[in-house]
């Protein structure tokens, strides 16, 4: 069965089995101690720092290992603000980062701080120019990921990198999805990372602060790991993260020429054999293993499901397939189709054949969801019967209003208007994203007295 939710979490590499079940028998004794067994499981922990050091790129001293990588950005986000508690309590981050990244600035918020949420253009990519302009005298941090984990379109993180250091504001990246596929660029003042994004095992985060960082560790000290996280080491988990990042690294070249081609296949033959989809994400400036597309008038966790059942597992931004029943914030902020969204992310060793039987099965599931659905066959124009409609979907959740604006949107003159009811939140955005992929005029949203009413205006 093919697994194509790699950004979700990749497959153990070979190399990270191989070093967790030898580090088992090595390294299960307390690092801390000077007898024969603890200087063995200190040399252990030592070469895995100094490893993932070399792979990030910074001294090993400034590197620690957590037990997460959401971790990893909690205690890089709060130890960095509280170090620079004396400039401000001004926060920067991106509208498309991590939900970690926002978790910590909602935090950071009710604590009496303040934060800026910098605009995506709808590839999901920062203005470094836009995102300078958001640093303040006050700003005591500033966070950009390398990389979306949604859509895969890299970040200018050099460009911002530079625009931080000339303010005198250290940068946080959250490198999660990227670090398995090279350095990050260089100017970064904290880096967070997680194992099992590249074939670790889970559980292993990496901080890395540079040196000259105002840092403040918080909740109770600890001796362990510079005192930024406290706790045990689990030294067999760290030394199989370490091991797999190097491995995967030496792969990462030849591997990303492999998968890179297999996504273009993919973005440019999923247009051409299911209508009313739009590939969303940066066609160059991406991940090479990762491709998201929404499809019109589909329900995606039902969309989930079929694939699943044809042995294809895939992932997606759609609400619902989340506990919040609320759009993907990164495709909320890039203005695209949340619904019937679709994330396609291989693993290493992915094959041709794989993705040429997900080209060959993909059509036939979304047209049977569609089918079921009762979405429209086509759009094609009737006898205009009024020149304004009203669509009642209250208690329907999409795709069910945008499906239900297809089918009378040509019963109204080119000009006329057509107005949605709907309570669904998924609408506020699903609704102007069908008139940008169909061509027509979203004129904006009004209040009702339940939900809120979408103006759409024919223009073909």
Known sequence: MPYFDAASSAPLHPVARQALLAALDEGWADPAR?????RRARLLLDAAREAAAEAVGCRPDELTFTSSGTRAVHSGISGALAGRRRVGRHLVVSAVEHSSVLHAAATHEAQGGTFAEVPVDRAGAVSAAVYGEALREDTALACLQSANHEVGTEQPVAEVA???RASGVPLLVDAAQSLGWGPVPTGWSLLAASAHKWGGPSGVGLLAVRKGVRFATQG???ERESGRAAGFENIPAVVAAAASLRAVRAEAAAESVR????????RARVPELVPDVEVVGDPVRRLPHLVTFSCLYVDGETLLHELDRA???VSSGSS???????PSHVLRAMGVLSEGNVRVSLPAGT???DVDRFLRVLPGVVSEVREKLGAPVSVAPSPATATSLVVDSLGKRCPIPVIELA????EVPVGGTVTVLSDDEAARLDIPAWCVMREQEYVGEEPADRGSAYVVRRLS
């Open 34 to 38: 000077l007898y024969r067994e603890g």
């Open 162 to 164: 530079e625009l931080c």
């Open 220 to 222: 109770p000290a600890d």
């Open 259 to 266: 998968l890179r081609a297999l996504v273009d296949l993919i």
């Open 311 to 313: 042995e294809f597992s």
């Open 320 to 326: 619902c397939t989340s506990s919040t029943l609320t």
């Open 351 to 353: 094959t041709t054949e």
């Open 407 to 410: 089918k009378v949107i040509g």
